[in-house]
């Protein structure tokens, strides 16, 4: 049994940060990724950012230069800051945990920027 725990969400001006958190527990072995993919009304989930075990980061088009996500190995957390925030990036945001056997999401997150 794997449990995510999300937090961070809420409502923001345009311009203004918001950070999300993802704390895993549980049965989980060998995570090989963790981070956060989001999805608008309307639209397919899409990638924000991830990173590795090792450290490595992936982050969307649309997010590079504002976001920066960042990860505790010891304490299966996931952190993602969000500044520059636009309307655009208002979404539900999931996290993800990635290990060698399947992948495991959260419940989501509501992230609303007004304009």
């Known amino acids: 049994q794997v449990h995510l725990v999300e ?4 409502l ?14 549980g049965s989980i072995l060998s995570i090989q990724r963790m981070g956060w993919h989001r999805q608008a ?12 075990s090792g450290g490595s980061t992936n982050y969307g088009d649309s997010v590079k230069g504002r976001f920066t996500i960042s990860r505790d190995n010891a304490k299966n957390t996931v952190l993602l800051q969000m500044n520059d925030l636009k309307p655009e990036d208002t979404a539900v ?3 993800i945990v ?15 920027v007004s304009s």
């Not at 918001?18 to 895993?24: E, F, P, T």
């Open 41 to 52: 009304p309307g639209k397919q989930r899409e990638l924000v950012a991830t990173v590795t």
């Open 7 to 10: 937090s961070g969400g809420g």
């Open 12 to 25: 923001v001006q345009a311009g203004g940060s918001l950070r999300l958190s993802c704390a895993a527990s």
């Open 93 to 95: 945001y999931y996290c």
């Open 98 to 112: 990635v290990n060698l056997l399947r992948d495991y999401w959260g419940q989501g997150t509501q992230v609303t």
